[in-house]
């Protein structure tokens, strides 16, 4: 089992290739290789998706070893084997002690040693210095402790083995192998040694193995991902949510400070501040005056840019909306909260029918795939059928061509019976016979013959053409480059483009570039100053108009604590009259009574 290991790897590695050739999405490229895979081992199967996979979900960490590997060591190494060290470096991260050393070292010495001899060294030699830092910000630093970095160090000493016998199988590898001197010995020469030694025969060549038809590009490559569909339902559904956010908060905007009340309010609230002053004892002796409502001890507090602004656009708000309401009042509006419920309704019953719509397509979708599972099902089906009856039909034919040879060889048998029997010719039927068979073995080795001659040579011109093509490839990487030193500043390099010019020239464009950068920085500098100016004039209209208001709203504090003031004086003014108090003790008796009528009354109402 661990043997086939190193087989299983490189699948893996072709198929991370093809996907990173391809650009199509995961799901729709492992359901691709699923099929490819089937009549692989389930265990296999398993193995080389789950590595494949693993690689791509964790590309960002693994990149971040294979990028410097190949910045390091990029003249040493083919930019086509990247596949091999990114699956090997999930292995040991993710998978070795899962797999095993014994799995490991296969999958290894399967692929070359001199590079992946390389690539350990470099991946743990580098593991706990700038590896962990670069893994510590993609992942949490206790998760790259716990999971990543500790299993590796506990396996160092074995992969260190490794790595030893890996450099003394390469140092073996390079050693030129000295042949010993042998010496020339005579040997006696006789005719007679071998008399019935056959010619050599000729060696077999190799067959060359045909090559399976091309694979038919994938649908999924011209189809759109679906990831891209449903991040833009998602972006409908949140931009939908935002506009019910914003006309719920244009419809609720500055609900909480209307100072209005409704008239049942007012009575009410107008009628608990009568009790409320009924209960009081004005004939108390030296009672205190009311409090103060409006407090003069507050500190004065210094407004930032962005509190100016936000305080002068609530107040022109707060005026513009009060106009707005009232010339709505005088034109006879209603109030727009039915309406608002209606879209409401309206917009739940699109979304749900939007719903509906998504649901059915995506029923559709599950259909259709069932129905194109079950027409793949009959086409197998019926290939396999095809295949049966071709089979019934060879056999059949190898049956009659079977009994045909056999009714020629009893006739053959029959011939010969009779030539004996008759004792006439016996010796020339025989030589005939022989003759035939001969003759028929040799128009087929000679047939075979030729066959094998012309594979052969084809074969060789094959191998001919190739050396000299990489000949050629050799020679043209020998050639040294072309270096042109004499260099003049004031001539092109004669390319003839359309923005070509000298070295002098491009200085002095440079130049003039950075005067009109420059100059449009002086330029931008000034707008700022005067937007600054403009802001700054902006915020103290704005500083104004708050004063304004805040003055406005001192006055009607002073003179509500005028109003009672005054209110109090008059109060205690009438409490020293005597006419005053018995009025007041009537007052109360007047309104002791009339609880006593109102308590009454609910149960003359519930006794009748």
Known sequence: MASGYGSLATEAIVLLDKFSAGRQCLD???????????????????????????????????????NV???????RVSIGDRSQ???????????????GLKRFSTIIRSLDIKKMHTFLTFFFTNLTTWIQDEWNTIYDAFYVEEHLISPLQRWRPE???????????????????KSPIKTTKPQEFSLTKFPHTRPRPLPLPELIPLQGKSKPVPKSTYMSPKEMQMMEEIK???????????????????????????ETTKSTMAQIKEDLESKLKFNSFHSSGLPSSNKNNMWPIKLNNAAILRQGALYEREVEEELQRMDRLVEGARDPSSFLQWQKEMRDKDLQEELANIERRRLEGRISYEEAAMART???????????????????????????????????????????????????AKEKLQKFKQSIVKEVAEQRRELLRQALEEAQAELSRKFEVIREIHALESLAPLRVRNFDYTESAGHELLGEMSLVELKERLALLKEAQQAE????RELILEEKENKKRLLLEKLDNINVHTRALAQAAASRKEE??????????????DTVLALQKKLEEKQLERQRLKARRPKTGSST
């Open 564 to 577: 009672r003031k005054a209110r109090l004086a008059f109060r205690q003014a009438m409490i020293q009259d």
């Open 378 to 428: 009959r086409l197998i089906e019926r290939n396999q059928k095809t295949a049966q009856l071709k089979k019934e039909e060879t056999a059949a034919l190898m049956r009659r061509y079977a009994e045909k040879r056999l009714r020629e060889e009893k006739e053959m048998r029959d011939l010969v019976q009779q030539v004996a029997e008759g004792h006439k010719n016996s010796k020339v």
């Open 236 to 262: 409908q559904k949140n931009h939908q949510k935002t506009e019910e956010l914003l006309s719920q908060a244009n419809t609720k905007q500055f609900r909480c400070v209307n100072p209005e009340k409704s």
């Open 69 to 75: 590997f190949y910045g390091q060591n990029g003249k």
């Open 85 to 99: 060290f990114v699956i090997i470096c999930y292995l040991a991260t993710f998978s070795l002690d899962d797999l």
């Open 28 to 66: 729709d490229f492992m359901e691709d290789a699923s099929k490819d895979l089937q009549i692989m081992d389930t265990t296999h199967k398993k193995f080389i998706l789950d590595v494949v996979c693993g690689c791509i979900e964790n590309k960002a960490l693994l990149d971040v070893v294979i």
């Open 159 to 177: 992969i260190d083995i490794l790595m030893d016998q890996l450099a003394v199988k390469i140092s073996l590898g390079n050693q030129v192998k």
């Open 521 to 524: 920085q002086h330029e931008k």
